[in-house]
């Protein structure tokens, strides 16, 4: 599976913005995807995940109730839409595959995208 992730940009706070990853196959039938970040000297974090069936998603307590994962199986692509946006969102941003139960861990998924870049300015 590749993944290709797009849609970052420069935004002020409070703004919004929607990323957007397309898989080159099927996701639909068995794989979870996540959304993860990685700011400038930090680890990569978990953002979002959702199950292979859609039915089931989980957010990180600092994006809970801003940003939203959601999937078009149709198209084969993932969207993470993020409102009210803080100058703490800068990151780099990669979404992830893997044909497996959904998880936090990083570690746990087997493809990822190239990462896409969001600035939000203060």
């Known amino acids: 599976v590749q993944l290709q992730a797009y849609g970052g940009g420069l935004v002020q706070a409070g703004g919004s913005l929607r990323l957007s990853c397309a898989a080159s196959e099927h996701t639909g039938s068995s794989y979870a995807m996540g959304w993860f970040r990685q700011a400038p000297g930090k680890e990569r974090e978990f953002v979002a995940a959702n199950s292979w069936n859609g039915g089931s998603t989980y957010y990180a307590d600092s994006v809970k109730g801003r940003f939203t994962i959601s999937r078009d199986y149709v198209k084969n692509t993932v969207y993470l839409q993020m409102n009210s946006l803080k100058p703490e969102d800068t990151a780099v941003y990669y979404c992830?595959?893997?044909?497996?139960?959904?998880?936090?861990?990083?570690?746990?998924?087997?493809?990822w995208g190239q990462g896409t870049l969001v600035t939000v300015s203060s």
């Open positions: 992830a595959a893997d044909n497996g139960l959904m998880s936090l861990r990083k570690g746990e998924y087997a493809y």
